[in-house]
């Protein structure tokens, strides 16, 4: 019969005596390791294999478990990885994740503090080391055991704060300490896979009263904690897998150790909000197609200087709504049906406005067919803004431009509605030849210096994903106000890390651990960034089924002379150098 759960197992039979046996089974029942030794007893724990301890465990202590299947399906099957999670309870997370894990990898391994040693039926799923002495170099055979399983593709559970969560004292706030750059360091060592989960809850008062007296009393209050989680419900949140080559971009280890902390905090369910209700709730069938036929005889009468270039079998051209009233038809036809893609659509028809006779429409088309591939709506503030009304511009909706904004102080270029049809948006040549037809057009009008416009951003992103690229890209605020703010508020502990070390260089990392198909940010951001964007603000547009939009501003002449260059061709440097 197996030996009861007792402190007296721990002190050898020469050194007991009356006192420290009347002692010692007090502290059990104060520490409630009596009440652990009879859940053992009523559940017939002792000497079970580490997978049925742990499910009668948690079937005796009747755990209900939240958030299972999402970590089993998004961890990957094969391959070394390394999966990060806060410490709420300091113990029974460790049996539920190991235990959850295993169903798919069972391979898994925990790192894990010696306290766990109190159920030696599972100690096959450890690696033990002694949270309380980080420099403990009793902690080295461990760490290279870890490193060794990785390596040769296992995977890895571990609490990298090392000790349980509790008040901290600086923010007064539950939360797990730093956590240790081991996790940063065996998962860059092993070229590893990164998960990171969260574990919501925490323990009682009681313990974190006690914790606040002294430290090592967290320890001791452990299996307490453990019992009185008794029919409690835990839910586990799990970001997506990230693979290395997006988590360990040149940077410092200590950075990256407090980046894999902020990731599990970001991904908290209580600070996880969902997009409104779409205001477009039916989407009418689209507008029929207009004829290539139709289209080139319009784009054949426009002048010559409205031919901006050829390139590979495409051309580019530029003209107005009543030069062109069936090609704007078909682009608004096309902009209907790309946007819809990306749940941007107005669910009209046509997605067209007042604007489009009063902007500019630059377009690709392939001359042969008639087929449209792309376009831009370019707004020329100096004739829009002719008799001093904002509302001749689109971006006014969505933005109150201060009198130091650019577009009020000299010819810009509004631009808007871009699209690429699908088999081009992911070629180099759709988005070149866009921005080659926009260098063109400044070449011939070297008044407009500034572009400016917004990057609509999918409410196919998660909300945080969007706050985070807000975050990240906004530097300037003060030129210019959001009629239809986008607001979001992180989770305290991750605002801390955004606070402190800013986002910008980390967003992609970020992105890819909420993005359920791998999104990044938007390839026009990333392009505009490149031309050196400046950033703005980000608003809802209210007529665009409220997307998100980043507004931003591009001083044309100041771009990399390689991208001028590019899109400029020939004429660069002479528009570069005009007044």
């Not at 709730?281 to 036929?293: K, V």
Request: hydrophobic share 40%.
């Amino acid at each position: 019969m197996s030996a009861a759960i007792s402190l007296l197992n721990l002190v050898p039979n020469d050194k007991k005596n009356v006192f420290t046996k009347l002692l010692l089974k007090l502290l059990d029942r104060i520490l409630a390791i009596n009440k652990l030794d009879d859940l053992y007893t009523e559940n017939n724990l002792h000497g079970l294999d580490k997978t049925t301890f742990a499910q009668q465990l948690l079937n005796g202590l009747n755990i209900q478990l939240e958030g299972i299947e999402d970590l089993q399906h998004k961890i990957p099957r094969t391959g070394p990885v390394v999966v990060a999670s806060n410490h709420p309870f300091g113990g029974i997370e460790g049996v539920l994740l190991a235990w959850a894990i295993e169903q798919v990898r069972p391979d898994i391994k925990v790192m894990a503090n010696k306290g766990l040693r109190i159920f030696p039926e599972i100690q096959d799923y450890f690696i033990f080391t002694n949270p309380l002495a980080a420099n403990d170099p009793k902690n080295a055979p461990s760490i290279r055991h870890c490193l060794k399983h990785v390596k040769q593709g296992g995977a890895l559970l571990i609490f990298p704060a090392g000790s349980v969560s509790h008040l901290q004292k600086d923010t007064n706030r539950i939360a797990d300490e730093s956590w240790n750059r081991l996790v940063a360091s065996i998962s860059n060592r092993t070229q590893a896979t990164y998960l990171p989960v969260f574990v919501s809850g925490s323990n009682s008062p009681l313990f974190h009263q006690l914790g606040q007296i002294y430290f090592r009393l967290r320890m001791l209050m452990l299996p307490r904690e453990l019992v009185n989680k008794r029919g409690a419900t835990i839910t586990v949140t799990t970001g997506q897998a990230i693979s290395v080559k997006h988590y360990a971009k040149n940077i410092d280890i200590n950075l990256q150790t407090e980046l894999f902390r902020a990731q599990s905090y970001l991904i908290a369910p209580n600070w996880q909000k969902a997009w409104p209700a779409d205001p477009v709730t039916h989407l009418q069938p689209l507008a029929p197609q207009t004829s290539g036929a139709t289209i080139l005889s319009e784009v054949n009468q426009l002048p010559a200087e409205q031919h901006l270039l050829d390139h590979k079998g495409l051309s580019v051209y530029f003209g107005y709504q009543k030069q062109l009233p069936h090609t704007v038809n078909e682009i608004a036809r096309l902009r209907e049906q790309v946007f819809r893609e990306h749940n941007e659509g107005s669910g009209e028809p046509l997605d067209t406005d007042k604007f489009d006779a009063t902007y500019t429409h630059l377009f690709v088309i392939k001359p042969e067919s008639g087929q449209i591939i792309g376009a831009y709506r370019m707004g020329q503030t100096d004739k829009l803004l002719a008799d001093g009304n904002l509302e001749n511009l689109y971006l006014h909706k969505m933005f109150d431009f201060g009198p130091k904004f650019i577009n009020r102080q000299k010819p810009c270029l509004e631009m808007g509605r871009s699209f690429l049809i699908p088999e081009y948006q992911k070629s180099f040549q759709g988005l070149f030849l866009l921005w080659r037809g926009i260098g063109a057009f400044v070449c011939k009008f070297p008044q407009y210096r500034t572009l400016y416009g917004t990057v609509s951003i999918s409410k196919l992103y998660d909300m945080r994903s969007v706050a985070i690229i807000e975050r990240a890209m906004v530097t300037l605020t003060n030129k210019v106000a959001r009629r239809h703010p986008f607001n979001y508020d992180f989770h305290p502990e991750f605002a801390d890390f955004a606070n402190k070390h800013g986002l910008t260089e980390h967003v992609s990392s970020l992105l890819k651990g909420l993005e359920a198909d791998g999104k990044d940010v938007p390839i026009l951001l990333k392009h505009y960034k490149k031309l050196g964007a400046v950033f703005h603000c980000l608003g809802l547009d209210k007529s665009f089924n409220d997307t998100p939009g980043l507004l931003l501003s591009v001083n044309l002449p100041a771009a990399p002379e390689k991208l001028l260059k590019l899109y400029l061709a020939e004429g660069w440097q002479k528009y570069k150098e005009a007044e």
